[in-house]
């Protein structure tokens, strides 16, 4: 069974940058849609990105021009390319396939405060 694994939390000020990283179990080019999904702090989960393999990506309105999804096939690697980050982006990151999601992993905590 598929299994993603994020991994490029941290902690950083307003306006700072992360960059997220998700590493699939198996084969990755074959994922016809990847997701980055956040659980804020009263663990609602909303999904903030996502790409097709045709090259399409959709953002929510909260991180529009803010954040970048990409993937690396040949390293099974789905990113997450933050900038600007405000303290409402706070939460736990993850990601899995838009369709037939596999379990959920473990996350990767981003935290925005001064």
């Known amino acids: 069974q598929e299994q993603f694994v994020e991994s490029g939390g941290g902690s950083v000020q307003p306006g700072g940058s992360l960059k997220l990283s998700c590493i699939a179990s198996?084969?990755?080019?074959?994922?016809?849609?990847m997701a980055w999904y956040r659980q804020g702090p009263h663990n609602q989960r909303e999904r903030v990105a996502s790409?097709?393999?045709?090259?399409?990506?959709h953002y929510a309105d909260s991180v529009k021009g803010r954040f970048t999804i990409s993937r690396d096939n040949a390293k099974r690697t789905a990113y997450l390319q933050m900038n600007n980050l405000k303290p409402e982006d706070t939460g736990i990151y993850y990601c899995?396939?838009?369709?037939?999601?596999?379990?959920w992993g473990q996350g990767t905590q981003v935290t925005v405060s001064s």
């Open positions: 899995n396939s838009l369709i037939n999601p596999a379990p």
């Open positions: 198996r084969t990755f080019d074959s994922i016809f849609s």
């Open positions: 790409d097709h393999l045709s090259g399409v990506t």
